[in-house]
């Protein structure tokens, strides 16, 4: 059955009309080749058949889609082949890397925009210049990988970095921009990405304090993380705190179950062992029981349905309360910690509480639900329908949610992981306008991926104190 289902899978790919590209079998496998991307899908025929499927950007050589699943079913493995071809089809319009520089004005950056694009056309080089005055650049910075800010205004590079704090933010080199010289302007962007790309690559994995912990058991922590764009899917094997497995699925749309689901097939069938499982979602979590009715499944039973399939102690955790523990235990600063995690796009946020050190989670899973006060203060239809993308009244929002955490928990840290607010000064007066000096709190901004670093490392943890608990 296993020999059918991967030969009917194969035909049904490559018979795919694909206009941006070739589809052609090598050696068994799968390549999708186009001027921009590369698609590969790799069969490991174990004891049952492993697909493994990976688009590259050829543009800065970075998985935009990665994926592993079991395959038993040929519809399932169509539809992620679906969210294949159309992350590849996507890349088309997103090859070229947008760089944006800023003057007082924008005059003079302007100009030096055009002499680049036009140095960039000529080298063939998939870059696109604009400009814009600096009032502007929190508007509109973020739609760009790369901030150039001219000598006049060097002296914001530090808050420049600081509110785009996913972007390479530089300030240019004052004989470079007094000359207008595109070519060692092009060199200096390109030694700048270089230098960028090691800093993410080598980004240094969050410390446990790894003597505290006495279990020899393989946690196995499944961090699954929602984007503006897709959803990625961080997994670690960690023993005595120490990451020994360490994968990150890439993927559009999500499906909780199966998509964990293939993350434990895949983890399995490596012949990888673990004793346990940790899986830190979004959604509200109780005993196990995943509500997240807007994906279409008013409750699944994470714990038993894993537990019974894989016969190992399963915890589940939503994703920003194993982030909020997670930072509290790699520092020993703070005891107190508000964690506010707000994805782009999304309707609401969610909040971590760490007291005293000790994460909490209340009676029914809801610590931290700040939707539901949230949707009281602005009316539930202007939630459901205007939130969602109203940035005019954002900061107010949040800026609420947090007065709100604050006032409950009185923490010493905030952590915020919320594109939607890039300028933490302002969300720090909106705060101060309610709130007295002496009771504010210090702030810290989270980028997508440390918090992700965080989640992982309060899984285990969390995933520990659950085997303490059963006496395992």
């Not at 996507?90 to 925009?113: E, H, R, V």
Request: charged share 25%; hydrophobic share 40%.
């Amino acid at each position: 059955m296993g020999k059918e289902i991967l030969t009917e899978f194969k035909q049904k790919i490559l018979s795919t009309k694909f206009s941006e590209g070739t589809i052609s079998e090598k050696g068994g496998n799968i390549e999708i080749k186009t001027s921009y991307a590369v698609g590969n899908i790799n069969f490991y025929e174990l004891e049952v058949t492993i697909v493994e499927m990976s688009v590259t950007n050829l543009a800065d050589d970075e998985n935009k889609f990665y994926l592993h699943f079991e395959l038993r079913e040929i519809a399932y493995a169509e539809e992620l082949f679906s969210q294949m071809l159309e992350t590849i089809t996507d890349l088309k319009n997103q090859q070229k890397l947008k760089i944006l520089l800023s003057c007082t004005g924008g005059l003079t950056t302007g100009f030096f925009a055009d002499k680049l694009n036009e140095a960039a056309e000529l080298l063939s080089l998939e870059y696109e210049f604009d400009a814009v005055p600096f009032h502007k650049i929190y508007n509109v910075g973020f739609d760009y990988s790369v901030i150039l800010l001219a000598p006049q205004i060097a002296y914001q590079l530090k808050n420049a970095q600081e509110i785009l704090h996913d972007k390479l933010v530089l300030k240019i080199p004052p004989k470079v921009f007094a000359s207008y010289d595109s070519g060692e302007m092009l060199q200096f962007i390109n030694s700048e990405l270089d230098n960028w790309t090691k800093t993410v690559e080598e980004r240094a994995i969050a410390k446990v304090r790894a003597g505290l912990i006495k279990s020899d058991a393989k946690i196995l922590s499944i961090a699954v993380m929602p984007f503006a764009s897709q959803t990625r899917i961080a997994y670690r094997i960690y023993q005595k705190g120490v990451p020994l497995l360490n994968e990150v699925v890439i993927k559009g749309r999500l499906d909780p179950y199966r998509d964990i689901r293939d993350i434990l097939d895949t983890v399995s069938h490596r012949c990888v062992p673990f004793d346990a499982v940790g899986i830190a979602i979004s959604g509200i979590v109780h005993n196990g029981r995943l509500n997240l009715n807007y994906f279409g499944a008013l409750e699944l039973d994470l714990q038993k349905i894993f537990e019974n399939g894989y016969k190992v102690p399963v915890t589940v955790t939503n994703n920003v309360n194993s982030a909020v523990l997670g930072y509290y235990a790699q520092q020993e600063k703070f005891n107190n910690i508000l964690f506010l995690s707000r994805p782009k796009n999304f309707m609401a946020s969610g909040l971590g509480i760490v007291i005293n050190g000790r994460m909490i989670q209340g009676a029914h899973g809801i610590t931290g639900e700040i939707k539901f006060l949230t949707k009281s203060l602005v009316g539930g239809k202007v939630f459901n329908e205007a939130n969602l993308v109203d940035w005019s009244t954002i900061y107010d929002e949040i800026s609420t949610e947090l007065r709100a955490g604050i006032a409950v928990i009185d923490p010493e840290l905030v952590c915020i992981r919320s594109e939607m607010t890039p300028d933490l000064d302002k969300l720090k007066e909106k705060i101060h306008e309610y709130l007295p000096s002496e009771y504010m709190p210090e702030f810290v901004c989270m980028k997508d991926e440390e918090m992700a670093e965080y989640v992982l490392l309060g899984q285990m943890i969390l995933s520990l104190e659950s085997l303490e608990e059963r006496g395992n």
